[in-house]
Nanobody, 114 residues
Framework: QVQLVESGGGLVQPGGSLRLSCATS????????MSWYRQAPGKQRELVATENGVGSKHYATAVKGRFTISTDNSDNTVHLQMNDLKPEDTAVYYC????????WGQGTQVTVSS
């Protein structure tokens, strides 16, 4: 059974940083794409950042320049480094891995508040 375990969420003040991690039993080097989504209360889930199998990265306009997606093939982990966090970044963040089928993590709460 495929496992995705997310960690790193929490409460942070505006301007602060968090690093989310998604550890998986899959081999990330074999995936088509690795992505992070988020869903704020009352809103639809939206794509935050994605990296495809050849290393090309794409970011939502709202996070460009502040967030960085990366992968670590040595321990099959996908990270999302989030800097200069804003209250509007508050959401549940989900890891999504695209192999032969999509896999989703359980979500981790990020709250940005003073």
């Amino acid at each position: 059974q495929v496992q995705l375990v997310e960690s790193g969420g929490g409460l942070v003040q505006p301007g602060g940083s968090l690093r989310l991690s998604c550890a998986t039993s899959l081999s990330v080097s074999s995936l088509y794409a690795m992505s992070w989504y988020r869903q704020a209360p009352g809103k639809q889930r939206e794509l935050v950042a994605t990296e495809n199998g050849v290393g090309s990265k794409h970011y939502a306009t709202a996070v460009k320049g502040r967030f960085t997606i990366s992968t670590d093939n040595s321990d099959n982990t996908v990270h999302l480094q989030m800097n200069d966090l804003k209250p509007e970044d508050t959401a549940v963040y989900y890891c999504n891995l695209q192999g032969r089928q999509p896999y989703w993590g359980q979500g981790t709460q990020v709250t940005v508040s003073s």
